[in-house]
């Protein structure tokens, strides 16, 4: 099982803009072949959200950043951004879930 989190900052005053666009690319993503789930979180920090994305393997969390919704909604939402992401990719150690993690 694959796991990824990714912290984003989002420029002032352009919160609303940045959850409608996030709101599609979750929606989308959560139809993806191998997606175990796909949630936006708004941090405690002004202006900060947190992407916690679950995937069956890493096969599946490949085809989610080659897929066409994740590149023409990504493009849309960088632009929105203060600052790069912050990226976590994880590996499984073991899963509530029943699923074999991945070794």
Do not use: N
């Amino acid at each position: 099982m694959r796991g990824i989190v990714a912290k984003i900052r989002i420029k002032e005053g352009r919160e609303a803009e940045f959850e409608a666009l996030a709101d599609g690319l979750v929606t989308q993503s959560r139809g993806e072949q191998g997606c175990l789930s796909y949630d936006l979180w708004r941090s405690d920090e002004a202006r900060e959200y947190v992407f916690i994305e679950r995937y069956a393997d890493e096969a599946a969390a490949q085809a989610h950043v080659k897929s066409d919704h994740y590149r023409r909604i990504g493009r849309l939402m960088g632009a929105l951004m203060d600052g790069a992401p912050i990226v976590f990719r994880l590996a499984a150690v073991t899963s509530a879930a029943g699923v074999a993690p991945d070794k």
